[in-house]
């Protein structure tokens, strides 16, 4: 199966539910290509002739590790280090620098996919909050992408961003049988953690609360409705005075919460 034709279009639409349902992804009619593609080898590992049969297995709520495997499918997203920078110039210059101390400076990246921002930010805070305590908090709904991050060890093709100072200073280069690859100091692994949340939920009080929460460059998969339930989940979740950051190519454009814009895609709690 290679083509969009081996799904109909009214199997496409049951899936364009489903993870709506799900995950609060609105899976636009562009996205059946990707789909096909990345859902054919579930046909085969389950022994299934049609996208429809697929469905009916996956409703039945049988299934759910099947479930959980066409979520990390349909949601794994492309991330980087040091992506959209200026938010961690904004971070450095504006908010770590008037930190007064006290209890631990605490930041959620609410997307972490693979962990290489909840990363970049544990470079960032052990550099220019030395003598502190800290916490990174990183989150997905794919637990497979979760796996990934909590080991923080990549192709050593994916340090392009990161500063070469930090990149000696919190990185080990791979030898012999790990050559070609790099992991994440101990030191700053640590410091981050990472947990499965759907951000479409009622978030669990029991992460605490953050001074600085970056949900960025997920928002483009959601429907006004969800954007807006999102970022009302996570309201209770950030101190006020706490700083939320969205992507670049995101707007908070129609949506009511308590916060102020002190940048494009950088705000305070009220």
Not at 8 to 14: C, I, M, R, T
Not at 29 to 41: A, E, Q, S
Request: hydrophobic residues 40%.
């Amino acid at each position: 199966m290679s083509a969009t034709t081996d799904i109909s279009d009214e199997e496409f639409a049951l899936f364009q539910r489903l993870i709506y349902k799900i995950a609060g992804i609105s899976l636009s009619d562009v996205k059946k290509v990707l789909l096909v593609g990345r859902l054919t080898r579930r046909l085969k590992a389950n022994n299934l002739d049609t996208f429809g049969q697929y469905y009916r297995m996956l409703a039945t709520g049988n299934y759910p590790e099947e479930l959980q495997i066409m979520v990390d499918l349909l949601t794994t997203n492309e991330t980087y280090f040091f992506r959209e920078p200026k938010h961690f110039d904004y971070l450095r210059d504006h908010i770590l620098s008037n930190y007064q101390g006290g209890n631990p400076f605490r930041i959620w990246s609410a997307a972490s996919s693979t962990g290489e921002e909840a990363y970049t930010l544990s470079m960032v805070l052990a550099e220019y909050l030395p003598s502190n305590p800290w916490e990174i908090f990183g989150s997905d709904i794919s637990t497979r992408v979760l796996e990934k991050a909590r080991r923080g060890h990549y192709p050593l093709l994916r340090h392009e961003g990161i500063p070469p100072a930090f990149l000696n200073k919190y990185c080990l280069k791979g030898v012999r049988a790990q050559e070609g690859t790099f992991l994440i100091s101990a030191k700053l692994r640590e410091r981050v953690s990472f947990a499965q949340v759907n951000l479409t939920l009622p978030v669990d009080s029991t992460i605490g609360e953050f001074d600085v929460i970056f949900l960025r460059n997920v928002m483009i998969y959601f429907d006004q409705e969800t954007k807006a339930k999102v970022v009302n989940n996570l309201m209770p979740r950030l101190k006020p005075g706490g700083h939320l950051f969205i992507g670049h190519s995101e707007t908070l454009s129609g949506i009511a919460a308590p916060l102020q814009s002190v940048r494009p895609t950088i705000y305070r709690k009220t």
